[in-house]
């Protein structure tokens, strides 16, 4: 249940803090006093959509808070699943809205965005508003109503599962013949790519070792003259002594010295180690010198090579890994249209089967909608004839047709509002106060089937009086013994069945309006209720009714 309400700075709302009963909370006040403020305030910490505008003019942000306690094991699923705990089965929800538009959501302290926010509002409190009523007014929106009651998730959900694999499956179909034209033409071209790449048989890398090798045939002669000058510098010749040779002299030098002067036993060691790198040094370059005998034909062959890696990478590239990756696709999509027909046919054989799985699991949701609809319709008409509708006669118009995401079925709510008279769409006859008595008839049917905490009904009293407005006033209360119901009215046959009253009032401080909330005790409350009855000139009489409402509402 909603525990308490925190709202600052929420349009003429300065400052309120609202404690709700477990029951039924009714809120009243004259007409502007700000009750779709405190509803737009429900439905911002909710994760509802708000503007920067709702911010009190001249503040930098408004601030709701709402605590929300004995919460459900449907909202802790929610909570567990985003990661989020909850002690003591306490929900603390917060959300700032800034005057320059920006938006910060807040879970038991915990920083999360607006669809988290949402995600968690939808399991807490379901809003009921006049606006609701265009659902009754739109037919195509009639099969989500009776899909809640009838609780048809898991085989909508089982059928949406075939539905939309049958879908992807005919998408695939379509594609295969609209390019089945183009199949010719387009495996000739694959297979011409494929065949000019695979024709030079390139490996990955090879135009880089191709321009290694190259580069070093173009400059062999000038390598080998560097290296034949660093060998003999080290090795010496016929006349003259290497860098090898000198080094290992003096080694030999020293070396007889190294027990007398310790300080020469490390310079002996550098300079032997010195002399046998220097000769490894010098085989290497012999090794490398004796590599670089070119061949001709192979110079030839680097040159041709790379003239043709050159232009594959201008046609496939820019680089050769690009163009091995052509060849892979290519390869691939011309093995693919090559088993196109046969993929075809499996295809056709697969969407036949799936087509009857579609069709069965859409006759079995059908059926389901037809059962429960014979079900619905039994307990609706039971809620109107409490709402003092007993002639209206519901008709749940199930139509069977071609299948689509909902299934088989067209739904369409029709009624009958008098003896006799066949049933028609909603729309077409029912007047206002009839839409509402009829919303809170499917409100209260589908809300045995849900476990939201708490209803809220704004104005749900549009259009109604007298008895039919006492009907569901005491409907209402009916309801608040099973879950915490908010009422916004402003007929007294409501107000008087509240556990909870509220009183919204606006007033001018100074030169601003303020908007504030209070709680009735019940000499408040007669006051209250003699007002809504017959205005401001309240004389004893009307007291003494008002008195004699709340005793009967009491005794209801």
């Keep these: 249940m909603l525990s308490e309400l925190y709202i600052e700075n929420l349009a003429v709302i300065e400052k309120a803090t609202i404690d709700f009963s477990d029951k039924l909370n009714v809120f009243t006040g004259e007409t502007g006093a700000g009750k779709s403020i405190l509803i737009n305030g429900i439905n911002a910490i909710l994760g509802q959509r708000v503007t920067k505008d709702i911010v009190r003019t001249g503040t930098d942000k408004a601030v709701i808070s709402a605590l929300f306690t004995d919460i459900g094991d449907n909202v802790l699923q929610v909570l567990d699943e985003l990661g989020i705990s909850a002690e003591d089965g306490q929900l603390f929800l917060t959300r700032e809205i800034r005057s320059d538009g920006g938006s910060v959501a807040r879970v038991n302290s915990r920083a999360v965005n607006v669809s988290v926010l949402k995600a968690i509002g939808e399991t807490l409190v379901t809003i009921h508003g006049q606006h609701d009523n265009q659902i009754l007014m739109a037919p195509e929106r009639h099969i989500e109503i009776l899909d809640s009651y009838a609780e048809s998730e898991a085989l909508i959900e089982d059928y ?121 040094i010098s085989e290497e370059i012999g090794s490398l010198l004796d590599s670089l005998d070119i061949d001709p034909k192979r110079y030839d062959y680097l040159n041709q090579r790379s003239d043709e890696l050159r232009r594959i990478m201008k046609k496939y590239g820019p680089e050769l890994d690009d163009v091995l990756t052509t060849l892979e696709n290519s390869q691939n999509e011309l093995d693919e249209l090559s088993g196109a027909e046969q993929s075809l046919d499996e295809l056709n054989k697969e969407k036949e089967r799936l087509l009857a799985e579609v069709s069965k699991k859409a006759k079995a949701l059908s059926d389901h909608r037809k059962k429960a609809g014979e079900r619905f319709v ?136 303020v908007t504030t909330v209070r709680t009735l005790d019940h000499e408040q409350r007669k006051y209250e209720i003699a007002r809504i009855m017959g205005g401001e000139n309240i004389t004893e009489l009307m007291l003494e009714n008002a008195e004699q409402y709340l005793k009967d509402a009491d005794n209801m």
């Design 160 to 280: 949406h599962s075939s539905f939309r694999e049958l879908q992807s499956i005919a998408k695939k179909i379509n594609k295969i013949k609209t390019e089945q034209s183009k199949k010719e033409f387009r495996m000739a071209e694959l297979a011409d790519i494929v065949e000019e790449i695979n024709t030079l048989n390139i490996h990955e890398g090879e135009d880089k070792e191709i321009e290694a090798e190259l580069n070093i045939s173009k400059n062999a002669v000038a390598i080998s003259e560097a290296l034949y000058m660093a060998k003999q510098l080290l090795s010496g010749d016929d006349d003259t002594d290497g860098a090898v040779e000198m080094t290992q002299r003096a080694s030999k030098s020293v070396e007889g010295y190294t027990d007398i002067m310790t300080e020469i036993s490390p310079i002996y060691d550098r300079l032997s180690s010195a002399a046998i790198e220097m000769e490894d």
């Design 378 to 513: 039994s307990q609706v008409t039971e809620e109107l004839e409490f709402l003092n509708m007993p002639k209206v006669k519901l008709v749940v118009q199930q139509k069977t047709g071609k299948l689509t995401i909902n299934g088989m079925d067209s739904i369409e709510f029709l009624i009958s509002a008098n003896l006799g008279e066949e049933p028609k769409p909603i729309a077409k006859i029912a007047s206002g106060g009839e839409l509402s008595r009829i919303m809170l008839a499917l409100k209260n049917v589908i809300a045995e089937k849900d476990s939201i905490g708490t209803l809220i009904f704004d104005e749900i009293d549009t259009g109604v009086s007298g008895r039919a407005a006492q009907k569901i006033g005491i409907k209402l209360k009916q309801i608040s013994r099973l879950r915490q119901v908010l009422c916004v009215t402003h007929l007294a046959q409501m107000a008087v069945m509240a556990d909870n009253h509220l009183l919204i009032e606006k007033n001018i401080q100074g030169d601003r309006t």
